[in-house]
């Protein structure tokens, strides 16, 4: 059935390509795309991207998106990738519907086709090993040579293939070759390797198979069976475009187009599942969903809302050309999804003991408190006020330097909702000297907002009532690696690892009204930033993830560039 939309809101090259096919009526106005992950790993944020392109994109003409697993490796595939890449596309809140699709389904059709290329006389089989391919492909530079097993008979060729199929031959003794150019300026284009032996039991298939399709051999063909008419990727297939376009041809079946975009690149992280894993592997992080990773897993642990990521990439857009995004951007998003949707509570995270000496012991007040002033709608709550208190550690200087406007002794400042207090007494360790408890006194004529002689005070803390609060764990994460590009330079990336990139404070109060607060929770604590309560939280203690600071490098950076 035509699309009967022919142009969207937004404007990229891609949809620039998808408007003119609707405009000529190619494939009949249809618009089917996919996203094709390998169940290799965890998807990550460079992921999001491509989701949001093949998905999003399919939804804006009114078209479809199949989710489809090249699962033809099975050396390194795993159900359990399978499982949390499902989980993660939902999260973002996609659907594939009906159009969950394997690759590995196709085996059968696509050792067909391999039979008829041989039978063209376009694929032989190979004894070579695979350091003698790579030795006969050539380099950038030099052209390739020929196997020597490349003339053998198509009879010869179809008997060797099938006795592999069968299981006849150990691992890595013959492979079978497309019969190309092996002086082609692309290297893909050498005689390429269409599939190798492997005596390895499928995830899906079991024992049938004892030989596995190359990816370049199955993707291509797995985007024809599915009827796709525009086969979206990053740009790293640019290369092995005419591979996949001379399988097609040569085979004479639908032919999609592939159109290659760029990849997302993100500061001070690394993209790419095969370093990812070698984290994970190396314990330098706490398996795939550690909140430093950039998997969606460890995103979604850290606190990140899908529709910030969603914001992300759309305001990254779609081009060509390879770049570093600075990771702020993706913070601000957060930030201005989060400002919209969470409540703000009142947590401490490095206490310092309050007694306010003029306010009765056994005394305790409900004072109102707004949830979010961004939403009115999420109205008020109670927070509970008394005699002993705690504020942090940072908002008060026995001598404060200049600037400094917080509690100091003889200054006054406000409690957040509650009254005016004034240091009056400080208590110290009598063998290191720290200041342990403060003394105060407080102006009741102050509730809840100014003095009524109108005098002022230049700052307002946050508390939390030492009587009420609820111990918590807070992990204070920070980004993973100290270089802006882990990757750039001959070090190994893993070098450039930032080792405090995980602070974790474990004598934290946070306000009563968080009691039982379900993991995924996301809270503004109050003049510290935005946090989520953790899987590890229990009913016995609550365990909190920092998502993010209030800080906003980025609207500072987007205000530098205006001026």
């Known amino acids: 059935m035509k699309n009967e939309k022919e142009t ?27 996203f094709p992950p390998e169940p290799n790993g965890y998807l990550h944020i460079g992921h999001a991207k491509a989701i949001n392109i093949d998905f999003g994109i399919a939804e804006e003409y009114g078209g479809f998106c199949n989710l489809r697993f090249d699962d033809s490796n099975p050396i390194k595939e795993k159900q359990e990738y399978i499982d949390a890449i499902k989980e993660d596309i939902r999260w973002l809140g996609f659907d594939w519907q009906d159009r969950e699709y394997y690759a590995s389904d196709y085996f059968d059709q696509l050792y067909e086709w391999a039979m008829q290329l041989i039978k063209d006389g376009k694929a032989y089989v190979d004894d070579l090993s695979s350091d003698e391919i790579r030795e006969y492909r050539g380099t950038l530079t030099k052209p390739g040579k020929e196997s020597p097993y490349r003339n053998r008979s198509i009879e010869e060729n179809l008997d060797l293939f099938k006795r592999m199929k069968t299981g006849e031959f150990p691992d890595g003794a013959k492979v079978l070759r497309a019969k190309i150019d092996m002086t082609a300026s692309n290297i893909n284009m050498r005689d390429p390797v269409m599939y190798r032996i492997l005596h390895k039991p499928h995830h899906r298939q079991g024992d049938t198979w004892c030989i596995y399709p190359t990816y370049d051999f199955t993707h291509g063909q797995s985007d024809s069976i599915e009827g796709i008419t525009h086969s979206l990727c990053s740009l790293e297939f640019e290369d092995h475009r005419p591979l996949y376009d001379w399988y097609l041809n040569e085979l004479g079946v639908h032919h999609p187009q592939q159109i290659e975009f760029s990849r997302l690149n993100i500061s001070y992280t690394v993209l790419s599942t095969r370093n990812l894993l070698k984290l994970v592997e190396n314990k330098c992080v706490n398996g795939w969903d550690d909140p430093r990773m950039p998997t969606l897993s460890g995103l979604r642990r850290h606190g990140y809302t899908p529709e910030s990521i969603r914001t992300f990439c759309n305001r990254i857009g779609v081009a060509k050309k ?22 703000r509570v009142m947590a401490v995270l490095h206490p310092l003991r309050v007694v306010i000496d003029n306010y009765p012991e056994d005394k305790v007040e409900e004072l109102d408190a707004v949830n979010n002033p961004e939403d009115e709608s999420m109205g008020m709550r109670k927070v509970p006020f008394s005699r002993v208190l705690y504020i942090e550690q940072e908002d008060f200087r026995e001598e404060p330097p200049k600037k400094f406007y917080r509690l100091a002794p003889g200054r006054e400042v406000r409690l957040r909702y509650a009254y005016f207090i004034t240091c009056v007494d400080v208590v110290k360790d009598e063998k290191t000297g720290e200041v342990i408890e403060l003394h105060c006194t407080y102006d009741p004529a102050t509730k809840g907002g100014d003095a009524p002689d109108g005098r002022k005070v230049k700052s307002t803390l946050h508390w939390v009532s030492a009587k009420h609060a609820i111990e918590a764990e807070v992990r204070l994460y920070d980004r993973l690696f100290v270089k802006e590009n882990p990757l750039e330079g001959k070090e190994d990336f893993k070098s450039y690892l930032n080792p405090k990139s995980l602070e974790v404070l474990t004598d934290c109060h946070v306000e009563p009204s968080l009691k039982g607060a379900k993991p995924g929770s996301r809270y503004q604590f109050e003049r510290l930033g935005y946090f989520c309560v953790d899987p590890d939280s229990s009913d016995e203690k609550l365990v909190f993830n920092r998502t993010v600071s209030l800080r906003d490098t980025w609207a500072k950076i987007e205000k530098n560039l205006k001026e």
Do not use: H, Q
């Open 322 to 343: 390879e770049s570093i995004v600075d990771i702020a951007l993706l913070e601000y998003c957060l930030r201005e999804d989060l400002n919209k949707r969470v409540p």
């Open 8 to 34: 969207t809101t937004r404007s990229d090259f891609i949809r620039n390509i998808i408007n003119e096919d609707i405009k000529n009526n190619k494939n009949d106005g249809r618009i089917v795309t996919r």
